[in-house]
């Protein structure tokens, strides 16, 4: 006796289930909390601490350095900072607000001062 015909694996209602378990899968997974109670420990009530506003620099299109009341000049800026800044930590937030009309490489120069100064949260504002 011979048999002609091979045997074949239909695998296509195999792949079918598993893409519908797939798909299942992916819809209840993102709804599934995992919740870890943690307990922390308790912080000493006598430290206290100190926020530091954030120093706004303002740069205008004459290029004249404005921070708080006072006015540098976009030459000396560099030391003047230095100086100005010895008062404040260098973890301190700095904000450096330009005009719209000023060369990019002026507000990356101011950005550098006060890189150098060593303040390391500085950001460049924008009106949007």
Known sequence: MQWDEKPELNITPLVDIMLVLLAIMMVVSPAIIYEEKVTLPQGSQQSTVVKHHPIEIVVDRNKIIHIK?????????ADDFLLYAQSFPRDTTVMILADRVLLYDNVIWVLKSVKNAGFTHVSLATDG
């Open 69 to 77: 009341d006072q006015k540098y000049t976009f030459d000396t800026f």
